[in-house]
C-alpha cells in the first residue's frame, strides 16, 4: 500500500512539473532607471535559443518556455542581461548602455527623450535591398518619398521636403547635395546597411540639432563599440530579379579595451527594371562605398573617435531629369570627443565634421547610353559642394528631475560649377550649327552660407510621469555669392551678402504612465532661404521643363506647429494618434512669373516657357496619423497605420505643391521560434489637392502588397526571401517625377518596379 501510494504521489508530482514546465509568458521589459516600457528588446531562451521575441512600443512581450529557463536580453542601446524565468508576467529591468549623448535623440529616458519623437529600425526592410537610405522610410506612417530616380529619392514628413527636412549623421554632421536637380540627395551618401536606426523628430521641437523648419531625422550609424569587446565580423549580400539588382556588404570590427575599430565596404549594382505595365525603366547605377571607425577610450567617460566614408557613384539614371550621372563622389569625416563628468555633474560633448561631393551630369558625355537628344545637343555640368561644421555641447544634471543641455553648433555650406552646353545641331530645323553655338552658365555662382547657432534645453520631471521641456535656439546666418549671375544681378540690382538673425523655441509637455501617454508640444521653427532659392538663375530644377531664378533677398521661413499625442494599450490592443497644425509664414515656394520672359540655356528643345521665381507666400497645413496594433495570437502580429496632410496656400489661393494623399498600411507578422513572415499592404488614396501654379495634375490611387520572410537557423546565419508587388501593380507615387529627355515616354509619370523577387543571405560572428 506504500509502494502504490508513493507511485501515485511521483506521478502527480511528475505531472504537475511537466505542466509548470511548459508556460506561457507574457511579460514586461523596462527602463531601469526610468521604468518605462523598452521597445525592440530581444529576448532569446538560452536553453532554446530558437525560442525568441521582441517587445512592442509598450515594452510587452509573449514567449513560450519552460519554468525556470533562463533568458537573454539585448537592445542596441542597453546593457545585456540574462534572467532566470519563474512566473509568467515578468517585468524585467534593463540598464542603459554608457553611450554617448551625441548619438542619442530617442531613449527610454523621458528626461532625455525629445517630444514626438520616434525610432525606425525596421528589419524587415533588412532583407530586401534598399535604394538608398530614403527607402527605410516607405512605411512609416505620415513619411512619403519623392523620387527622381532609384538613387534620387528623398523622404518627406507631412507638407515638409527638400530642405525643410532637418536631415543629420549621428547627430550633427550633414551632406550637402552638390547637383541643383537634387540628383545626390542627403540619403544617397550613405550605406544604407550601416545605419542602424533612424530617430525622428516630428517638428520644431528641439534646438539642438541646427536649425529645423520642420521635422529633424538624424540617421544613427553603427559604431564599433555598439558590437561589444572582442573580434566580430560580417559579410552579406542580395539579389533582386526586376533589374538584376545585386549588394554585397561586409565588415570587420575589434574592440579591445581602450581601442575600438572597424572596417565595412559595400558594392551595389542595380540595372534598369520593369514597372507593372511593362515598360523599361531607365534605373540603374554602380555604387561603391567604404568607411573607417576607431575609437580611443583613455578611461572610463572619456572617449575619442574618428569616422570616415566615401563613396562612388557610376553611370547612375535619372529618369526623372534631363541628364544622367557618369560620376558622383562623396566623402565624410567626422572627429569627436566626449567626456562625462567632464565638470560635476556635467558631461561635455565636441563634434566636428567635413564633407565633399564631386558631382557630374550630362546628357551624353562619359555616358554607356547618351540621351535621345546628345549629340545634338552636348551638355555638360560637373559640380561640388563643400560642407563643414561642429558642435560643442555641455549636459548637465543637476539632480535627478533635471536635465539641461547648452551649446553652440556652425553649418558652412559652398558650392559652385558651371554648365556648359553646346549646341550642334539646330533643334528647331534640325540643320547642323556651324560653327556650333557655345553656351557657359554659372550654377551657384561660388555661393556660400554660413549658420552660426546657439542653444539652450531644459528637460524638468515636474512629478511622478509628468514631464516639461522648453528650449531657445538662435541664429546668424551670413549668405553671399562672389560672382552672380549678370541676369541675377539685372533682376535685382547690385547683389549683397544678407545676414539674417532668427529666433526658435519649443516647449511641450507630456505624461506618461504604464498603459498610456500623451504629448502636447508648440514649436516655432525658422529656416533660412536655401542656396538653390536664393541664388540658382535659369535652371530646370523642378519636375517639368520651366527654368527657375532665385531671389537673393527672400525672408526667412517660419513654422509655427502645435502637435498633440495619445498611446494607449489595452492588454494585447494598442492604439495611438497624432494630431498636428502648423502655420507658414515667409513660406518659401517657386511661383511662375510671365514677366521674366522664358529665357533659354536649357539642354531640351521646346516651347518658350515662363520661369518661376521663388517668393514668400503664408501657408498651413493640419493632419494626422493614426495607428492600431495587437496581437492575435501569441506569434501573430496584426498592425495598421493611417495618415493625412492637407496644406494650403493662403497667397494663392489653392493648395500647397507637392504634399502626399492619404495613406494607410495594413500588416500581419507572424514570428516564431527562428522564422517569421511580414506581409504588409499600402493604400494610398488618389490626391486631389494640387498646385495648379506649380503644373501639378491629380494622380489616382493604388493599393500594393509586399511579403517577405526570415529564417534565422543560429545566432550567426539570417536568411530572407521578399516578394514587393505581389501584384504586380502598375502604380506611381504622387511625388514622383515625370520620364524627361526619354524620346517617347517624356512627360509619363515614373512608376514604380513591378513584381519583384528578392533573396538575401547574411552571415555575422
Known sequence: MQNKFIIIIFLLATAFSLRAQNMEVSGTVRDAESHLPVAGARLTDLNQPGRQAVTDIDGFFRLKINRGDSVRITHPDYIAKVVRITSAHPVIEIRHKAVMLHQVIVTADPL?????????????????????????????PGFSIQKRSNTSMEPSLYAFKYEQMNVRYDGSSKVVNACPNRMDPATAHIIPEDVSKIEVIKGPFSVRFGQSFGATVNMVTRKPRDYGPGFHGAIEGGYETNGQNRVVRSELVNVTGKWAYGVEGEYRKFGDYTDGSGVVTPAGFTTLSYSLKAGYMPRKGRHFYAHWHQKFGRDIKHAGLPMDSPVDDSYLINLGYDAKEFLPKTDLSIKTYASYVDHLMTNGYRLKEPRPNYPGIDARTPVYSRTFGGKVELTRRPDKNTLCYFGTDADIIQRDGAKTVVVNVNPNTGQPMNPPVVKHFSVWQGAQINDFGLYAERHQKLSNGLYLS?????????????HPDPGLVQIYGDIKPVTHFTLSGNIALKYRHSDWQWEAALGRGTRTPSMLERYIYRFTVGEDARQYIGNPYLKPETNNQLQLGLRKRWNNLQAGADLFASYFQNYITAVINPSLGSGGGGCTAGPPMAPRQFQNV??????????LATYLTPELRFHADFSLTKAYNLSLDEPLAQVAPATGHVGLKYQRGKYWFDLRSELVAAQNDF?????????????????????????????????????????????????????????????????NFSFYLKYHF
Open 691 to 755: 498646385s495648379p501654379s506649380f503644373g501639378e495634375t491629380a494622380t489616382p490611387g493604388h493599393v500594393t502588397y509586399d511579403f517577405r520572410a526570415g529564417w534565422q537557423p543560429n545566432k550567426h546565419l539570417l536568411v530572407g526571401a521578399a516578394v514587393l508587388n505581389l501584384t504586380d501593380a502598375a502604380y506611381y507615387n504622387h511625388l514622383n517625377f515625370a520620364f524627361r529627355n526619354n524620346g517617347t515616354l517624356n512627360g509619363r509619370r515614373i512608376y514604380e518596379p513591378g513584381r
Open 618 to 627: 503664408e501657408a498651413y497645413q493640419y493632419g494626422f496619423t493614426a495607428l
Open 112 to 140: 532625455r527623450d525629445a517630444v514626438h519623437s520616434v525610432s525606425i529600425n525596421d528589419r524587415a526592410k533588412q532583407i530586401s535591398q534598399p535604394r538608398n537610405v530614403a527607402d527605410l522610410f516607405a512605411d512609416v
Open 470 to 482: 522648453g528650449g531657445l535656439r538662435a541664429d546668424a546666418v551670413y549668405g553671399f555669392a562672389r
